[in-house]
């Protein structure tokens, strides 16, 4: 017997290529649908069966050797008594999902084997080896992978060659009635149950389980045609520096008691200047349910709230003071975005909302994008930003700025994106697309004036996207953009919700007009972008990446205005740790150029009006769901001032599911 051990055990490579595929009861997950993945997701932890799938047994396990004739080949159940302790007892809810996540790890889909000589993984030389073979080539019960090898992550067991065992039982009884079986066999097939009768009785009460265990899933999933990804974010955060009021506009203090005076006549109310910031921690949560009708397609319901605030360093906010009634309002702010980071997109007043529903399908060759609300450029169109972009997600850059080119956050809302194959360009570049946009916003649901798809404000992107080899990646940008009077530029369809990047002078490009002459009103704006983009992939774990845009601002009734933009950085992947990320990115935050307006202009200072961001960051992964960040932004001449530096620092802790 012993000898028979050893020689079966020789053999037993082929047995998890048995187990793969062949039987009659089979074991399956449900289905998730392959979902089309956008720009916009990240991979998804999924519960599957791969390795395990194809794992069928009968029920007729146990098989007495005498029982087997050509008249009638049954598998009989004859469990012995001494084997019932060999039965693993019921597990619990918790159990079963562990078990079940513990078989999603295991193998992939195999292809179908026609000789068992074509499982190098196999031992020749053994009756039992000799006796597989014969079973696969006259019978085909056996699969493997197309390279002839199993790749698996464990070792081969005795129960896993009774599996395919009980396939090829099962093959050859439905053979039976159909005059193909041959009687020769026989005595083979009785040599071989009875040296494997007790795993194969012991593998029925294993495969009862693992189908108890899949039942157990199928009743308590959530649908089968939607899956939920989430994140969480908490977040530990500050500002340092950058608390000098002395913001001005060329040359005009807006902190200055003549200024206050001049707001006091607008607003008819006094108001004074504050600037002050504290410690804050605060979280931010988004589900996110992908649901998949035709398994090319995919429908996003993404649920979202938060309570952090964006600092916004230098930048004087008005409040209404009266110490009779000892009343202090706070009325707005004349932000920047500059110090907004990824965490602070979405509402920060814990209201539960739907901040995205969009839908993604092909038609033909091409791809097609609809949004029905909160929809930005960089769902559809490639950013080319690597390590740093994670679509204002938890686990890229901190800031907005890192994240992507600013040219992708004019305009936002709801509309629609197709993107198209280039021919000619990809036989001469590579891979290439054509990407179209158009984003209406805010209000694109509101009929009344200056609202709706196209009488509101909006924003269309074109944008041809190529590679060059394998390394490079290079895109161009335009965007044309209309934006309603008090309505910030950069503001991802926010309205006068604020900006998420950038001064406030590069986003309110008309209200500088109107503070440097008083005689001119505030109008709406209308802006021409152009971007290029560039991804170099330098080794398989560095990658360097930058971006340009220039915006030519059309002021109406009031003249022109030119906003610059630009930034590069270096990430480096895998470092420390699989997972782990440290990026470094700098460059200068949308700022206003010059302007061109009736009476006096705004003329930029050189180099001293340049808002420059240095952030860098490291990403620690601790487990495959939860990472830990933390990182420093640095923003010299905050708010195009002539001001204190500011200094933000994070811990950014983001959680996945």
Known sequence: ?????????????????????????????????????????????????????????????????????????????????????????????????????????????SGQVTSVGQLRDVSPGDWAYEALRSLVERYGCIAGYPDGTYRGNRALTRYEFAAGLNACLNQIERLIGTGGFDETELETLRRLIQEFEAELATLGARVDNLEGRVAFLEDNQFSTTTKLRGEVIFALTDTFGGEDNSFDIDGVDLADPEVQEFFEEILGTDVEFDDDTNTIFGHRVRLELNTSFTGQDRLVTRLAAGNLNAFTPNSPSFSLVDEDLDLDVPLGTLGTGEAFQTFNIGNTDNDVIIDWLAYYFPFGSSKVYVAATGGIHSDYAPTLNPYFEDFDGGNGALSSFASENPIYRIGGGAGAALSLGVGPLERVLGPSTLTLGYLAGPGAENPGEDFGIFNGEYAALAQLNFNIGDRIGIGATYVHGYHNAGSDIFDIGGGDGGSVVGTYLANNPSEVATLLNADLPVTPTVTNSYGIEAAFRLTEKISISGYGTYTDAILIGQGGAEIWTYGAGVAFSDLGKEGNILGIFGGAQPYLGNTNTPGEDFQIDGTDDVPWHIEAFYKYQLTDNISVTPGVIWLLNPNQADADDAVVGTLRTTFTF
């Open 1 to 109: 017997m012993s000898k028979l051990l050893w020689k079966s055990l020789l053999i037993s490579p082929a047995v998890l290529g048995v187990t793969l595929v062949a039987s009659t009861v089979g074991v399956r997950a449900a289905d998730s649908a392959n979902l089309p993945i956008a720009d916009t997701q990240t991979a998804t932890p999924e519960v599957q069966f791969d390795g395990v799938a194809d794992i069928t047994v009968s029920e007729e396990i146990a098989v007495n050797p005498e029982q087997l004739t050509p008249a009638s080949l049954e598998v009989k159940p004859e469990v012995q008594p001494t084997l019932a302790q060999t039965v693993p007892a019921a597990p619990n809810d918790a159990e079963i999902l562990n078990q079940i996540n513990d078989y999603s790890n295991e193998g992939t889909s």
